[in-house]
């Protein structure tokens, strides 16, 4: 079967990989306008489940993912200074231009043909001389813009605005920090994710945004504002900038996955808000579900809507919690009034996934101090 695949992303690549893997067989072409170096970004959070469906998956790249990661149990909730510990959650953190390198490294030793800066814009003739064609173009993808009568993409512009910098201070768990100023209020997503750097993700709502006055300023400007805003959390180190822009999170969505021999994969198909870290995640679960499809032996339309059949009720679920949680910081400001103790509560089981109950099992600890804060009813 002759493969072509549009973006070397995480769902691209590890698509190929696992259909090469599969069937050694199969001609497989790769096309990415960037370098191999060249990446946006910091790290990427997995959670332990996430790891174990790699390793079924592939042992020999989850090998190698797993030797390049950090790894932790606890949520911290910063708040008026006070920090809040929640443990028992397993995640892990890696830089996301390790994982390109590591998945480039497994594609090339396959035999994956992987073609850097090119750029695909032929959708034409792409698809007239492949069996299949996967669209892992990312979140602006232009196939699903050219298809959109075929795909329906349901797209939503978020109000929230943020913007994504690294750090050298290391923050050891999932750490959200929560600043108040005369602006308004901030909010931090910041992890670990190797021996000497972290994400530090910022986040506010659109009034907040205007009274900082963020329109007017520089990227050197901005950079310096947050870095006061977020000082007594960054411990005298700076946000590092990686051409870094404030962004408005787009929701994806589509009514229809495929068409005859095209299909959508990770995040040209649906994103779910980074405050649930999942992204990356979800891209590479694609891979594996698409991969199946065809380990069914049927033929490729078939295997297109056999992926959309069992996969589709899976992100549903996610964006739905996903959802839950995007709202929450679009109302951040809304909560601030919470004690620290009962807004680590708040934002712990704000997705709907957790409740007071599975917090008990993770956290048992903290849930005794949550239920003996002052203002706990039952
Ligand atoms: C602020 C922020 C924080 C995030 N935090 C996390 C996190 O903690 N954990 C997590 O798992 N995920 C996180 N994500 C999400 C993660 O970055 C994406 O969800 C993930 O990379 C999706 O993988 P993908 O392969 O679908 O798309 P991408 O990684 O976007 O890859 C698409 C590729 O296609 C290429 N491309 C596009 N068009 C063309 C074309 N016409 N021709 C050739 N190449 C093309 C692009 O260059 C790109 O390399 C975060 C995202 C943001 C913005």
Known sequence: MKIKIIGGGPAGMYFAILMKSAFAGHQITIYERNGPDDTFGWGVVFSGKTLSNLKTADEASHAEITRNFAAWDNVDVVHRAEKISIHGNSFSGIARLRLLKILQQHCEELGVDLRFRTEAADLGSLRADSDLLVAADGVNSFVRQILSNQFRPDLSVRPNKYIWYGTNQLFHGLTLTFRETP?????????????????????????????AGFAMMSDEETRAYLAEVFAPDLNGQ?????????????????GCW?????????????TAHFSIGSGTKLAMEDAI??????????DVVAALKQFE?????????????????????????????????????????RSGKVDLESLRRRDPEFVAKYEASADYTD
């Open 258 to 270: 495929s068409f005859e021999n095209v299909v959508l994969l990770g995040d040209a198909l649906h």
């Open 238 to 254: 700076s946000l590092l900038s990686n051409n870094s822009k404030w962004i408005n999170f787009l929701l994806v969505k589509n």
């Open 309 to 349: 059949k069992y996969r589709r009720p899976v992100i549903e679920e996610y964006q739905a919690a996903a959802y839950e949680s995007m709202v929450w910081f679009e109302n951040a400001r809304d909560y601030m009034h919470l004690a620290p103790i009962e807004l680590a509560y708040v934002l712990m089981t």
């Open 289 to 298: 579900a698409l991969k199946e499809s065809f380990a069914a032996g049927s």
């Open 183 to 211: 602006a308004g209020v901030f909010a931090a997503h910041s992890y670990k994710f190797d021996q000497t750097t972290s994400t530090f993700i910022v986040e506010c709502d659109p009034q907040t945004w205007n009274a």
